[in-house]
């Protein structure tokens, strides 16, 4: 399991462009299409951090069953 700081850029760059979308959205008078850009956003960090939870589980489960 190699887990880099790169991907805490990655979630950390979804997290801007989404704040930067939502605010302008806001300011334009769209707040619906605001909010939709702050769910999509939310979901593509949730799977991102699922699939770096994944990892973290097969990695425990090769250590202590010693596959």
Known sequence: MN???SSVFQIAGVGIIVAM???VLKQ???E???HWVTLIGFVVVLFMVIRMLDDLFREIKTIFLFQ
Do not use: Q
Request: charged share 25%.
């Open 32 to 34: 619906d299409y605001a």
């Open 21 to 23: 979308l939502h605010t």
């Open 28 to 30: 334009m008078g769209k």
């Open 3 to 5: 887990i880099d700081v």
